[in-house]
């Protein structure tokens, strides 16, 4: 009998999940704010480490620099008078910036399009996102003022991912960046109603380098223990974070106690990694952790699941997370087992510490239970911002001051362990990498599909085309032998295509620049390589800026067939080992 055949039962393991632990966990991880960087934080960061070598599971605590960003105070004013205010990280310090006060709705190209607003400050509806700000600083405001919900929501507002480069520090923001409540808001537009314009601003951000903790803790696996399913949140907060991120750390240690009791069983390892510098870094602790360590998760990473602000209240939506399209079906199964919903999943934005993806790393989940649909500010901000637009998000009380203990449900918050559980069990002990190769390739190829839609006969991609076909038609061919693959040299074979062809594939569908860089955190469409395209479509042969187009275009176009080339001789060579 095959030695996986004899498993530890599934059901069992989920038994094992404790909602008192959940909680004891979650309350001490949330007793105190922590900041990137600071004493809080770092007392975090001791009590999961101590608590992970008390289920005798190995652990190491790095310190890195980092670019870091904590907003400290913020003065505003309008008509004179004072208002209530948050400033937010990466924004600019500033004393007393005075300027004309314009209302500039959403933000939209259409808004911005009536409006003259060069060396004036706006007011948008809306979270301080990247993108809102970038739009502003681009049509020549020289301060942001945004409305949010009936609680300030805390924001980084920088594009740029984790630590800057001399090549993208230019990108950071110049302008000041605050936020007021919808209440508030509307004082401010009855103001703007009588004419009453004047604003003044003063922010100070405390930005610059600072050391911050990384936390990885292995379990390790007994026949493949180089190969590894990375396991990530963050530990740093707003606030005290009690669901974002403090039901997520705790939920990590919670799968940790239980498989550290069955490191037998396990064939692959599971690595931990609990990251500082999300919240006030932009992700600069994943990044650095990416970039530090960037062959091994190239060569030995099959799989990325990431845990952000999971078991809130009313939080009963399982079925919109982001995923892969790779990855869906690992989450679906057990996603209908556990809490019988069928996931459906979203593409995954550029954000929750998805720094991953040039590694050629398959992802699963930032969050995973969200709220219903509502019109709540930052229920609609935030399914746009991450999701379908399709769920209501992690809550009200989400970057607030009141994600606290009381927005946990225990229930709620074991079963999404449970979910988590099982999937890291899956993937760690399943004979075959749980990694759909021909749902990632369908995926890229309905992209392309779009492109040449949009492209017309501007610009052919028929060859992009006919190689995917051709990669299409090799792994039909590998899944008739993956069905009948038993003998462990051929399972290894197997594995092992499906981990280099996810190198091809991860970043031919999610990266823009280069692999070994991070892109910014902007929404950028799927085989980014070809988004040139958007512009090719706006403009004409007898303007010099189409022939550098096509020229940028066939480029990538070299780029991304090469990859699929290299991808389909992965595949015949692993067939032709498979056949002999």
């Known amino acids: 009998m095959n030695q996986w055949q004899t498993l530890i039962p599934e059901e069992h393991l989920l038994l094992q999940v404790n909602k008192s632990k959940l909680m004891e966990f979650t309350q001490t991880i949330s007793k105190e704010v922590r900041l990137s960087g600071s004493e809080e934080e770092l007392r975090a960061f001791h009590y999961v480490k101590e608590t992970l070598e008390e289920m005798g599971v190995e652990t190491q605590l790095h310190f890195h620099q980092a670019y870091i960003s904590l907003p400290v105070k913020s003065h505003l004013t309008v008509a004179d008078q004072p208002i209530p205010s948050i400033t937010h990280s990466m924004g600019q310090s500033v004393n007393h910036l005075e300027a004309e006060l314009v209302y500039a709705a959403s933000g939209t190209a259409q808004d911005y399009q009536r409006l003259e607003v060069v060396g004036k400050i706006v007011l948008l509806d809306g979270l301080a996102t990247p993108i809102a700000v970038k739009t502003a600083e681009e049509q020549g405001a020289i301060g942001a003022v945004f409305i949010n919900a009936s609680y300030t929501h805390e924001m ?198 998805q720094s991953f993806w040039g590694t050629g790393t398959p992802s699963l989940f930032m969050g995973l239970s969200e709220q219903e649909p509502s019109e709540d500010p930052a229920a609609k901000a935030f399914s746009q911002l991450f999701g379908s637009g399709k769920s209501g998000g992690f809550g009200w009380w989400w970057h607030t001051t009141e994600d606290t203990m009381d927005k946990i449900d225990p229930e709620l918050l074991e079963r999404d362990c449970k979910i988590y559980l099982s999937i890291v069990w899956r993937s760690l002990t399943s004979p075959l990498y749980p990694i759909d190769q021909l ?142």
Request: glycine residues 6%.
């Open 156 to 353: 980084i507002v920088s594009t740029v991912w984790g630590t800057p480069t001399l090549e993208n520090k230019g990108l950071l923001p110049s302008i000041p960046v605050v936020s007021v409540t919808i209440e508030t808001g509307a004082v401010i537009k009855n103001y703007l109603a009588e004419g009453k314009s004047i604003c003044t601003i003063s922010t100070v951000v405390e930005t610059g380098i600072r050391t911050i903790p990384t936390l990885i803790a292995d379990i390790k696996g007994q026949a493949e223990p180089d190969k590894f399913v990375l396991f990530s949140g963050h530990i740093d907060s707003w606030h005290y974070g009690a669901m974002d991120n403090g039901t997520a750390n705790a939920a990590m240690l919670e799968v940790a106690r239980i498989l550290s009791t069955q490191r037998s069983q396990l064939k692959r390892t599971l690595r931990l990694a609990f990251w500082s510098g999300h919240s006030h870094g932009r992700y600069a602790g994943s990044a650095w952790y990416c970039d530090t360590h960037w062959e091994d998760l190239r060569e030995n990473c099959l799989l990325h699941l990431n845990i952000d602000s999971v078991g809130a209240m009313d939080a009963t939506v399982l079925t919109e997370a982001n995923t892969m399209r790779e990855t869906r079906k690992l989450a679906n199964d057990v996603i209908s087992l556990v809490a019988d919903q069928e996931f459906t999943g979203s593409r995954f934005g550029r954000s929750g510490d």
């Open 439 to 580: 749902e990632a390739i369908a995926d890229i190829e309905g992209s392309v599909q779009k492109w040449q839609v949009k492209a017309g006969n501007r610009f052919d991609l028929s060859s992009t085309l006919a190689r995917i076909e051709s990669v299409k038609a090799s792994l039909l061919e590998l899944k008739d032998e993956m069905k009948i693959a038993v003998k462990e040299e051929k399972v290894t074979l197997i594995n092992h295509c499906l981990l280099e062809l996810s190198s091809y594939l991860v970043p031919l569908n999610y990266v823009k620049g280069s692999i070994y860089e991070h892109d910014l955190a902007l929404k950028q469409p799927a085989v980014p390589k070809f988004s040139d395209l958007e512009l090719l479509v706006q403009t004409t042969p007898d303007q010099p800026e189409y022939y550098f187009l096509l020229t940028s275009l066939q480029r990538k176009r070299n780029e991304v067939n090469y990859a699929l080339k290299q991808a389909n001789r992965l595949v015949q060579e692993t067939l032709r080992c498979l056949q002999k």
